[in-house]
């Protein structure tokens, strides 16, 4: 199952890159089948970012506009999905900086939405666990787990699409991790005391 799992990730990392070298050279279909490819990884993201669904598809919309603009400064076709990641957080970080100047900040941050919480199958105990879990971590420790082990990325597209060293990633994965043993080692001493 996991080999198949893997395979599955390869075909579609070969696919986006197919897709993106034929948009580089202006081929519109490509440009619209990699876009929904693509988008629910982008809005997933920013929703884990921006803890608002409606506001994730606003910043994805308009990093759109953004990505597809930077195709060609792109270096390599194998890195754009940490490419259009980093500027999907960058709009949440200017769309975060807008509603605090505003104050409009949203009460629900660190909350996930309905993009990473939509069963993908029959929902079990301690999956609803894990998810209870990830949800007490801060919203950046979210985001990074999620890129991480969801979106299959490796550490150094996750700092490139977080905008922050591959240092940091280590240690947030690093916390996240520890923090989640002990979350989840409490879980189950509650329910056994």
């Known amino acids: 199952m996991e080999q198949s799992k893997a395979s ?5 990392r070969a696919l986006e890159a197919y897709l993106v070298a034929s948009a580089r050279m202006g081929d519109t279909a490509a440009m619209d089948q990699l876009v929904r490819l693509v988008q629910p990884h982008l809005l997933r993201h920013a929703n884990r970012l921006l803890g608002d669904a409606e506001g994730a598809r606003d910043v994805t919309q308009t990093a759109w506009v953004d990505i597809l603009r930077g195709l060609a400064r792109l270096r390599e076709v194998a890195a754009f999905r940490a490419f259009a990641m980093q500027i999907v957080t960058r709009k949440v970080a200017a769309a975060i900086k807008t509603r605090q100047r505003d104050r409009e900040i949203a ?3 660190a909350e996930e939405g309905e993009f990473t919480t939509a069963p993908l199958g029959e929902q079990t105990a301690d999956a609803q666990n894990v998810r209870d879990a990830i949800a007490r971590l801060p919203p950046t420790h979210q985001a990074t787990l999620a890129l991480f082990y969801l979106d299959e990325m490796t550490v150094a597209e996750v700092a490139t699409a977080l905008d922050v060293p591959v240092g ?4 947030r994965l690093m916390y996240a991790r520890d923090k989640l043993r ?3 080692k409490g879980d189950k001493n509650d329910q056994t005391g």
């Open 107 to 109: 009460t629900g941050w």
């Open 168 to 171: 940091t990633i280590k240690t």
């Open 8 to 12: 599955s990730a390869q075909k579609a």
């Open 182 to 184: 002990v979350l989840l």
